[in-house]
Structure formats: structure tokens, C-alpha cells
T-cell receptor
């Protein structure tokens, strides 16, 4: 069975600072990994996904994530936070044979002026 | 651009009433998912369909919830009778499987309040 653990339910950074949101996964087979973002009063939106090609995945809005098999991690980063990045971020895992995605509990990102 | 649409966006009803939520998936997508989001439970998968056939509804309370796809352009989630604990935001997502798990595209959600 697959699962993801997001470390930290709430992360606060200053505008312009590095954003680091942590995600660790558990999977007995090679995983597919996703990061979704949810802005207030909206549905989830795909930021990026890992599908066993390059281990460093670039997404929208300058976000990127690196797949590290040895650490079973898929952390999300952004070099410089903007106020508009304030949202809830979800890490998710699936496998090639499945349709459904298992979502983490989410991390709320706050940006300080 | 193509989007998943959901109606209604907001619904307030009284306990015991029937509630029907509708979803129009992105044209060409063959997989539809229903989720429920609450502060306490987070995002829960209720059911999903591929090519209009239900594949998994294990997350759905069977006694009061039902999900259907009358045709490829419409998915419905019905609660009868509704209870206050059903208050949540219900999301529909659609996807197209291409050699791996679907990338899911979410609708804006239906915010349900049961009094």
C-alpha cells in the first residue's frame, strides 16, 4: 500500500525566502508522485508530478521537487516566496497500475511580508 | 480552457433533505473522482468511475450516498437523507489515464451545509 507523510501542517516563511515543504512516501513499487496546491475557496491544482523520468521535476510558478529514492522523499522547493504562494500544498502518491491517488494531509504555507 | 464544472457551488439544506451535486468532467476525460474535504478528515476519496463504470466506492457511506454517471458528460453525487455531519466541501475531479495514474483536474467544489 502507498502512503505519504507531510512533515509540518503549517509552514511560515518571509517574502523572498526559500520555501521548503517536506514529503516522504511509502511504496512497495516505483511510485508516481505529485504536488497539488489549493488556493482559498478553490479546488486542487497540479503543481508538478514525477513519473520516473528526471528526478528533478519543475512545475508551475517556479516550484520544483526532487525525487530521492534513498530517502523516500519528494520535497517541494521554491527559491523565493511570493505573497501569492500562500495556500495549502498536498503531496500525493500513486502507482502505474492504479488510478486513484493517495493524498497527504496538506501543509499550509503562510508568507510574512 | 477546459475545466471541470460543479453545481451548485453552495448548498444549504436541512437535515433529512435530499442533496444532489453535479459535475461535468473535462471533455475527453474518462475517469471521474468524488472527494470530500473537511477540516477534521482532510481530503477523502468517496468514489471513482472509469468509462462511466464505478471502480471503487469503498469510501462512500452506502446507506445514504450514491454516485452515478448517467452519461459521459455528467456525474452526480446524491445524499439522501442528509445529516449535519455531511457538511463539507465536495470536489469532483476528472482525468485521462495515459500509461500511468491519472493526473486529476479538480473542479471548484460544492460547499454543503446541512443544518
Amino acid at each position: 500500500a502507498q502512503s505519504v507523510t507531510q512533515l509540518g501542517s503549517h509552514v511560515s516563511v518571509s517574502e523572498g525566502a526559500l520555501v521548503l515543504l517536506r514529503c516522504n512516501y511509502s511504496s512497495s513499487v516505483p511510485p508516481y508522485l505529485f504536488w497539488y496546491v489549493q488556493y482559498p475557496n478553490q479546488g486542487l491544482q497540479l503543481l508538478l508530478k514525477y513519473t520516473s523520468a528526471a528526478t528533478l521535476v519543475k512545475g508551475i510558478n517556479d516550484f520544483e521537487a526532487e525525487f530521492k529514492k534513498s530517502e523516500t522523499s519528494f520535497h517541494l522547493t521554491k527559491p523565493s516566496a511570493h505573497m501569492s504562494d500562500a495556500a495549502v500544498y498536498f503531496c500525493a502518491v500513486s502507482v502505474s497500475s492504479a488510478s486513484k491517488i493517495i493524498f497527504g494531509s496538506g501543509t499550509r504555507l503562510s508568507i510574512r511580508p | 480552457d477546459a475545466r471541470v464544472t460543479q453545481t451548485p457551488r453552495h448548498k444549504v439544506t436541512e437535515m433529512g433533505q435530499e442533496v444532489t451535486m453535479r459535475c461535468q468532467p473535462i471533455l475527453g476525460h474518462n475517469t471521474v473522482f468524488w472527494y470530500r474535504q473537511t477540516m477534521m478528515q482532510g481530503l477523502e476519496l468517496l468514489a471513482y468511475f472509469r468509462n462511466r463504470a464505478p471502480l471503487d466506492d469503498s469510501g462512500m457511506p452506502k446507506d445514504r450516498f450514491s454516485a452515478e454517471m448517467p452519461d459521459a458528460t455528467l456525474a452526480t453525487l446524491k445524499i439522501q437523507p442528509s445529516e449535519p455531519r455531511d457538511s463539507a466541501v465536495y470536489f469532483c475531479a476528472s482525468g485521462q489515464r495515459q500509461g500511468g495514474p491519472d493526473t486529476q483536474y479538480f473542479g471548484p467544489g460544492t460547499r454543503l451545509t446541512v443544518l
